[in-house]
């Protein structure tokens, strides 16, 4: 993208340059047709002031002979039409030729008269130039410098120079998409290999992180990926070592909320019942008495009481539906008939701890 934003930059710049430098030399190109034929326009007028000599109807005919000018008009100083293609307009004023015209496209004509200099204006939404080319000669009354005594105004063609420039701005673009090409090329190579697969590479290590470890497999770089790699592996082992951190405050968070549930139930429990604390997942907290259990396993309330006890599970329930009330009913619990009482202990929204406790019955 970067590429093509310089080539397109490059070719307005080029296009403006090609077309001011091939504009300017056509424009020098006519002035200096009219320049070396010039003496022998300004002779015939000197010769004969009213009637196009011989010597000027030749390089009347010899500028028409060039396709870039499209119309020729010869003026005498006195302003008439010395040579037109058109024989009814010789003779004829300048002012009258205008209005039958209906104008003149620039007013080259007349700078160039007031100005005593060559003049070339852009024909407005044309491709076309309008050159007047005065034509001096020293004044006979003995004054100072010299007086225009005639004027030449060609109406040239800028399609040559179109064509020019159309066939420069082509070669530009071939040679712009070539060095374009031959650049991206490398570029590209350069990129997959030292950035592209490099970040592939990465992104797959990412990937195989394992939660256990928190170790990421990438190979060292002394690059701004293997920077990026570095980063993320200190992250990750603050990841681990906050997990580790969270671990063992929540193993001492139960140990010290264990011991004090066997705190209370040994005081609150009378002898002889079984009582045990289930945190919001249901999963056992502590026990009075025994459960069979793996060392290091979490026994879950259905671990302890048979699934077929349904009356448990429900006075459970309608105690999780009302917080901090006593729910009561009878069951067998471990082949004994058991009067139960659930309650839920609600501290806050996270932290809801359900007692159940089993009493015998006796009869």
């Known amino acids: 993208m970067i590429g093509i934003y310089v080539m397109v930059l490059g070719g307005v710049f080029y296009y403006n340059l090609f ?3 091939f504009d300017e030399k056509l424009k020098d190109d006519v002035i200096e047709l009219a320049r070396v034929k010039s003496s022998d326009m300004i002779q015939g007028i000197m010769r004969s002031p009213t009637v196009v000599t011989i010597p000027e109807y030749d390089v009347m005919t010899w500028l028409k002979g060039d396709k870039r000018i499209m119309d020729i008009l010869y003026l005498n100083g006195n302003g008439t039409i010395r040579w037109h293609k058109q024989s009814k307009y010789i003779g004829m004023n300048y002012d009258e030729y205008e209005k039958q015209i209906g104008g003149f496209p620039t007013p080259a004509i007349g700078v160039a008269y ?4 060559p003049k070339v204006f852009l024909v407005p939404k044309q491709p076309f130039y309008e050159v007047a080319i005065p034509l001096k000669a020293r004044s006979d ?3 100072k410098g010299e007086v225009v005594i005639g004027i030449l105004e060609m109406i040239v063609s800028r399609e040559g120079a179109e064509r020019v420039i159309q066939s420069a701005m082509a070669k530009y673009i071939i040679g712009a998409i070539g060095v374009l090409v031959l ?4 570029l590209y190579l350069f990129l997959n290999h030292y950035v592209i697969s490099p970040l592939m590479s990465l992104r797959d290590s990412i990937d ?4 256990k470890s928190f170790e990421i497999k990438f190979a060292a770089r002394r690059d701004e990926i293997g920077d990026l790699a570095m980063s993320v592996s200190q992250f990750l082992e603050k990841v681990r070592a906050e997990l580790v951190a969270v671990t063992e405050r929540e193993a001492m968070r139960q140990g010290a909320e264990q011991s004090w549930w066997q705190s209370v139930l040994s005081v609150a429990v009378p002898r002889g019942s079984r009582a045990l604390v289930v945190d919001e997942d249901n999963s056992v907290l502590f026990a009075n008495f025994d459960i069979p259990a793996s060392p290091g396993q979490k026994l879950h309330l259905l671990d302890v009481v048979d699934n077929q006890q349904q009356d448990v599970l429900r006075l ?5 539906d009302s917080p901090r009330q006593i729910i009561e009913g009878d069951t067998v619990f471990r082949g004994e008939a058991s009067h139960v009482k659930v309650v839920q202990i609600q501290s806050d929204a996270s932290a809801k701890r359900t007692l159940i406790m089993f009493e015998p019955r006796r009869a």
Do not use: E, Q, R
């Open 183 to 186: 650049l991206a090329i490398p």
């Open 114 to 117: 007031a100005t005593a200099s």
């Open 19 to 21: 077309k001011w430098t």
């Open 208 to 211: 195989t992180i394992s939660t």
């Open 316 to 320: 459970v329930g309608l105690a999780m």
């Open 141 to 143: 009354k003995g004054d």
